[in-house]
């Protein structure tokens, strides 16, 4: 399941020479990357070692990290994807370039991935937003995820306040 295809999206593995797209269209931003628990990125060396870990996650998984493009396959809009804790359970997120932003497309692609997870023997799927996050909790909410709760002190974010865990609201769906 390298390549998704939903009406107006297409969702593949990210490959090298996707290095530069990235770079430029969303994870060297600081605005796009607010509120994501990695680093902005500084250079194309980052986003080198991305897609070297998203390469070692698809080795060992049914799935894993995702590029987003508009349904051409060139226009890179975002990032999507599933992180695997163990064979039934997987951490989601995403990512997209801010002239993507408020169309829909994190929910098309996160509901795609959900679909796919469906396959495997994922049986629940989380994701921890943060709290000042809200378009964010919107996107799990419309795609069925459950707001569990509030997990106190969890996560890094470190482009917001580096070294100190902050809360996050912590979302479920069960497959």
Not at 63 to 80: C, H, I, K
Not at 149 to 172: H, K
Request: net charge negative.
């Amino acid at each position: 399941m390298e390549v998704i295809e939903t009406e107006r999206l297409v969702l593949r593995r990210p490959r090298a020479s996707d290095a530069p797209a990235i770079f430029a269209r969303y994870a060297s931003d600081p605005e796009v990357t607010r509120y994501l628990s990695f680093p902005t990125h500084r250079s194309l060396d980052d986003t080198h070692a991305f897609i070297s870990s998203s390469d070692v996650a698809w080795t060992q998984w049914p799935l894993g990290p995702y590029l987003v493009f508009a349904r051409d396959g060139v226009t890179l809009l975002g990032g999507a994807g599933l992180g695997f804790e163990t064979p039934y359970r997987a951490e989601t997120g995403y990512v997209f370039a801010q002239d993507a932003w408020g169309r829909g497309y994190a929910t098309e692609a996160l509901e795609a991935t959900v679909a796919c997870a469906r396959k495997t023997a994922v049986r629940r799927i989380h994701a921890g937003v943060h709290c000042d996050h809200h378009t964010s909790r919107r996107v799990l909410e419309k795609a069925g995820f459950t707001c569990e709760g509030v997990m106190r002190a969890f996560t890094e974010f470190p482009n917001l306040r580096p070294g100190e865990p902050c809360d996050v609201f912590s979302y479920a769906l069960i497959l």
